[in-house]
């Protein structure tokens, strides 16, 4: 998509678009950079407050994935006014400004547009110490790899708007954690020697860590069993249910060496491609550090938190076993 185009190198630009990396990092001083990132979905769900908060914290946490502090938030707002009572954009609005205030930024204005489909996110900046920029390329053989959300997601979602899962199930078991900030879990892992962090999203499981493999010049293997996956989303994917991303997301898998080294049914590999919305951090630490953080992340409530695989030597790609 952006072949052809002819960027202004600027010495002071950290962290741009060569690693897919979550945020760009721009260095304000020798003591700070500062973090841009950019956002917006269409609604996962019907509820606007949900809708809201989902999508803030989806924005939010690429800041949280660089090692940094989210500051400011800018609304990114498109709705139909003309067919949709402004009275859902002011729950949509509602929602993300809780989360913003939860995030301890600020919003600070924002932009909207007339649009067909309700569409709605964040710009958010925050400030990072140029020394301590965590991005998706410094894994290490050796490194455990640790997951702070369930998988799943994007079929339920699906699920619940095809009438195969009950909404009511989906805001007492799901939405809850998609909703929730990865602050706590940065923070955490913040006081380890944490060498990449990615948030797992659109591309899925697979999509993110290989962004990651690819970025570190390691390979990651997987243990599928303990892999975290929110309930019900298994039996959505036997029954038929899919999402829109899943082949996208094959397909861009398939451009890197992949190995399944036990057979997994197709409902079990399309977890592996389910896109994730508000997804949870996957981080790579040393495997003592791993054991103690996950240890933290239990005992401070985040109970899906779960160590799911290694980086090794070897070719860039994935083995799941």
């Known amino acids: 998509m ?11 630009l950290l962290v741009g678009i060569e690693t897919s990396d979550d945020a760009a990092v721009y260095r304000l001083s020798d003591h700070m950079a500062m973090v841009s990132t950019i956002d917006f979905i269409t609604p996962p769900v019907d509820d606007p407050y949900w809708f809201g908060q989902i999508a803030a914290a989806n924005s ?19 709705f139909p006014s003309r067919e949709l009572d402004l009275g859902i954009l002011r729950e949509i609005l509602r929602g993300g400004n809780d ?4 995030a301890g930024a600020c919003l600070a204005g924002g ?15 925050g400030i990072v ?7 998706n390329a410094g894994a290490q053989p050796g490194d455990a790899l640790l997951l702070t959300k369930p998988l799943g997601s994007g079929v339920l979602f699906n699920a619940v708007r095809a009438g195969k899962f009950e909404m009511k199930e989906l ?27 990615t948030d797992i999203t659109g591309f899925g499981m697979l999509g993110h860590l290989l962004e990651m493999a690819a970025g570190s010049s390691v390979q990651a293997i997987v243990d599928y069993q303990a892999l975290p996956f929110y309930e019900g989303a298994h039996d959505m994917y036997k029954k038929g249910q899919t999402t829109g991303s899943n082949k996208a997301n094959r397909s861009l898998v398939a451009r890197h060496p992949l190995a399944l ?10 977890l592996l491609y389910d896109p994730q919305t508000s997804g949870g951090l996957l981080l790579a630490l040393p495997e003592d550090q791993a054991r103690k953080l996950l240890r ?19 070719a860039v790609g994935v083995i799941v076993q």
């Open 2 to 12: 952006l072949s052809g185009l002819n960027f202004h190198r600027d010495a002071n």
């Open 296 to 314: 933290q992340l239990n005992e401070a409530g985040i109970a899906e938190a779960a160590i799911i695989g290694r980086m090794v030597e070897g």
């Open 129 to 135: 110490h140029p020394d301590r920029i965590i991005t």
């Open 171 to 197: 805001e007492r078991s799901t939405l809850p954690i998609i909703a929730s900030l990865n602050r706590l879990a940065i923070e955490m892992a913040l006081t380890h020697d944490l060498h990449a962090c």
């Open 60 to 78: 939010i946490s690429d800041v949280y994935s660089m090692g940094g502090k989210p500051l400011t938030a800018l609304n990114v707002v498109m």
């Open 99 to 102: 989360k913003v205030v939860e």
């Open 111 to 125: 932009h909207s547009v007339d649009d067909n489909e309700p569409k709605y996110g964040l710009s958010v900046n």
């Open 261 to 270: 080294a036990r057979e997994l049914t197709s409902p079990q590999q399309e």
